[in-house]
């Protein structure tokens, strides 16, 4: 259930998306808020600034929560973010250890409105294959 207080810091995540777009980059913003409501962190989307594919904000702070926040803490602590995050950054949220994801358009709004800002084609895989020569080093790692 989303609250009128998570609706204050999705606008504040919104508005970071539009100053995205001020700077020149695309319109995604995001902010991680603690237990307690207070905003811990905050970025937006930096993708052509930095010419880097993957400097979307929810993935920088997914990673920022991992490095910094204590376990405990980031599972009591919500990201806030303007659009639901993409497959890359869902899966860095799975490994962020962040408890909940709270997030404005979904990605069918994000898509209905404009088709290239988020409709990825899927990249082809082939496999499994190699098993034995493949999984000596996971072995030797998790001995
Ligand atoms: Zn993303």
Known sequence: MITTADQALLRRAIGLATRAVTLGDAPFGSLLAGPDGT????????????????????LKLARWAARELDPATAARTTMYT???PCGM???????SGLGRVVYALATEQLVELHPAAGDWPV???DGPDLFEEARAPIDAYYA
């Open 39 to 58: 905003v811990l962190a905050e970025d937006h989307n930096t993708v052509r600034r930095d010419n880097d594919i993957t400097a979307h904000p929810e």
């Open 82 to 84: 303007s659009c639901q």
């Open 89 to 95: 950054c869902a899966g860095a949220l799975v490994r």
């Open 123 to 125: 990249v082809a895989q």
